[in-house]
């Protein structure tokens, strides 16, 4: 179609929601300083010619995209495509172009240095009076800045869910300590909860030192031990990363082992050892610890056990899903504690 015959075309743009008579009159020329010096990046596509060339695009497209207007006009929008624009989008452009009809659509565009954009991109058809369609317009708002918004928000609420849940299931622990912990001794009953919130909170260390990520279990083991500082445990293993989630049970079980042994067990008597190693459990996941107590005190058979020795048990057996089991002989005691992990 000939330029002449494309002028021709009885196009008339929308009427103005509002105007004075003068602003009505002079609406043609205002219409086109508003598209060239709005902020806004705007582009008017030909729908008569194959592949929706661009024939007008403002100053705010070309800084926006970093293209010159040589560069532009002429081109199919699909340059402003990359490899990361989701191809899904890209066919929501074409089926509401194919049904001519307006879209919203959100894509990630391309500059021309190669940055990416979060393109809110607005078309409308603009059709003649007979309804044939000519032109199709396209305003486009960079929405990069909102979207990392949107981002840290979520990701904020994301970890106000898990610090309230952490501070939730530990508090719950606290609560359980406090409850059960039993002394005649006012003092005594102090120190045990106070020594056993101080266990939790070498864990909680830890984890923020390595970020709540998964922590290697001899560092576990090792954190409960330094308080002691007893050169006569030992302990020995493989490296076996512990999810972050039973860090804190797991630390809590160790520290009531290693105060049973300092009070009734082998770190209660100068002759007494303490032996600590653990192995993977092949195909099945998780670990096996032994808790290893020679040359100490000669366990009582008429001893009632204690809150630490029931706790352990259900730290093992009810929270973290495993096992544990003792053996008594003349010597000391044994511990085996199974812990199963999820891969």
Not at 3 to 15: E, I, N, P, W, Y
Not at 53 to 62: D, S
Not at 299 to 308: E, I, K, L, M
Request: charged share 25%.
């Amino acid at each position: 179609m000939s330029d002449s015959k494309r002028r021709s075309v009885k196009l008339h743009g929308d009427r103005p929601a509002a105007s004075s008579q003068r602003g009505y009159l002079d609406r043609k020329e205002l219409a086109a300083s508003a598209f060239e010096r709005t902020r806004m990046p705007m582009v008017v596509t030909d729908a008569r010619q194959l592949d929706f060339p661009i024939v007008l695009a403002n100053q705010a497209f070309l800084e926006l995209t970093g293209y010159s207007a040589e560069e532009v006009v002429g081109q199919n929008c699909r340059f402003l495509q990359g490899p990361g624009t989701s191809l899904a989008a890209v066919a929501e452009v074409r089926f509401a172009v194919s049904q001519e009809r307006e879209a919203n659509i959100e894509l990630l565009n391309y500059r021309k240095d190669g940055s990416a954009f979060w393109n809110q991109l607005h078309l409308s058809p603009i059709r003649d009076d007979d309804g044939r369609l000519l032109y199709y317009f396209g305003s486009q708002l960079d929405v990069t800045e909102y979207r990392k918004v949107q981002y840290l928000e979520a990701t904020e609420h994301r970890l106000l869910k898990e610090v309230d849940h952490r501070a939730k299931n530990v508090l719950a622990v606290v609560e359980g300590i406090v409850r059960l912990s039993r002394s005649d001794d006012a003092a005594l009953y102090a120190a045990s909860i106070q020594q056993r919130i101080q266990a939790l909170s070498h864990a909680h260390v830890l984890l923020a030192e390595r970020g709540w990520q998964e922590i290697e279990l001899g560092e576990i083991i090792k954190r409960q031990i330094e308080s002691f500082s007893s050169e006569r445990v030992s302990m020995e293993g493989p490296e076996i990363l512990v999810p972050a989630m039973i860090v804190q049970p797991l630390a809590l079980v160790v520290h009531e082992l290693l105060i049973n042994a300092a009070v009734h067990g082998s770190l209660s008597a100068p002759s007494g050892r303490l032996h600590i190693h653990w192995q993977e459990v092949p195909g099945q996941g998780g670990f096996k610890l032994r808790w290893e107590e020679t040359g100490g005190r000669t366990p009582s058979s008429d001893r009632q056990p204690g809150f630490g020795t029931a706790m352990v048990g259900a730290m093992i057996e009810k929270q973290l899903l495993g096992k544990v089991e003792r053996e008594w002989s003349d010597d000391g005691v044994v511990v085996d504690i199974l812990v199963p992990m999820k891969s």
